[in-house]
């Protein structure tokens, strides 16, 4: 099955979701709009406050409630063994030790979990965030969270999770200046594009681990053909698809024989964890001190005007 691609996004680093549907996903970027989701990429960080500001007092508790139950069912689900298991073996371990290098602490954010009043998978998205610091312990002393959709009532729930929410729209652009994860579950692919140019610098990379879309996935999306849709992402995605000969990935969970993987996967879509989690990686790069950033331009342009030729 082909992957699905987040969409680059006309409006901006952030696709503002319905309150009843979570329409970040869809199989096919829009035509027509290649230089999609790069027009406010310069803007500074800004202010923000929730699109609904009060919060509901009776909502919060019943909201509360969902959230402890989502997270007992996502902990004691089939996937989270695996997800378990990939966390502590060798590959996930080695890289988290490279990123943290000297340093005792890692720093945990959180990109685009959308609405976890309205959405089943924004709420799987969360659970897994909560779970993740727990079980990498000291190593993660917070866990910081931002979606723009956020109402206070929600943000209010996260605080009660042990969240703290970013209250600056930084769209994306965190600096690394010490070890960080990101975790971006489905977020748009101009919103890692802003996060990769923020830090394009070997310094920075090094620091960063980053778990959400597949690299992968994006660059076989974009080699299945020029379309207008492969060419948005591309334009989208250019510094995600260039900075990939640096990247080691590695799928979030571990997975047995084919047969069982397709026993999992039903069971998953069952349980609606597939929806949430599906082609997500674990990304750690690993760059000399003295490596070359600047070949980004290089055979980028040609390969669009292929397309707009």
């Known amino acids: 099955m082909a992957p699905e691609i987040p969409n680059p996004n006309s409006a901006g680093d952030w696709t503002i979701v319905s309150r009843r549907r979570r329409g970040r996903l869809k199989p096919h970027p829009p ?53 378990l298991h990939r966390l502590r073996g060798p590959l996930v371990q080695r890289g988290l030790a490279r990123a943290l290098s000297s340093a005792s602490e890692m720093r945990m954010v959180v990109y685009g979990v959308g609405s976890i009043e309205s959405s089943a998978p924004s709420r799987f998205q969360l659970a897994l965030a909560v779970l993740l610091r727990r079980d990498l312990g000291p190593s993660v002393p917070s866990l910081e969270v931002f979606d723009p959709v956020l109402s206070a009532t929600e943000c209010a729930v996260l605080a009660a999770l042990g ?29 890692y ?30 080699e299945l053909g020029r379309s207008a849709a492969s060419a948005a992402v591309e334009m989208a995605a250019r510094r995600l ?69």
Request: include cysteine.
């Open 163 to 191: 969240g703290t929410v970013i209250p600056v729209d930084e769209r994306g652009r965190r600096e690394a200046s010490e070890p960080t994860l990101f975790y971006m579950p489905h977020c748009e692919a101009s919103l």
């Open 31 to 83: 035509k027509n709009q290649l230089t999609a989701g790069h027009r406010s990429r310069e803007d500074p960080p800004s202010p923000w406050i929730p699109l609904d500001p009060f919060v509901d007092q009776e909502l919060q508790s019943r909201l509360l409630r969902r959230m402890e139950s989502t997270i007992q069912r996502l902990e004691g689900s089939p996937f989270y063994r695996r997800f």
């Open 241 to 309: 698809l260039q900075v990939r000969r640096y990247v080691t990935e590695v799928e979030m969970e571990e997975k047995g024989e084919a047969g069982v993987v397709l026993e999992q996967t039903k069971q998953d879509e069952e349980d609606g964890i597939f929806k949430a989690f599906h082609d997500t990686s674990w990304h750690f790069f690993e760059l000399d001190d003295e490596a070359n950033l600047d070949f980004l331009k290089q055979g980028y342009k040609p390969i669009l005007q292929l397309y707009l030729d």
């Open 193 to 222: 594009d802003g996060l990769l140019e923020v830090n394009w610098r070997p310094s920075c990379l090094n620091r960063m681990v980053v778990l959400g879309n597949s690299f992968t996935a994006y660059d076989q999306y974009v």
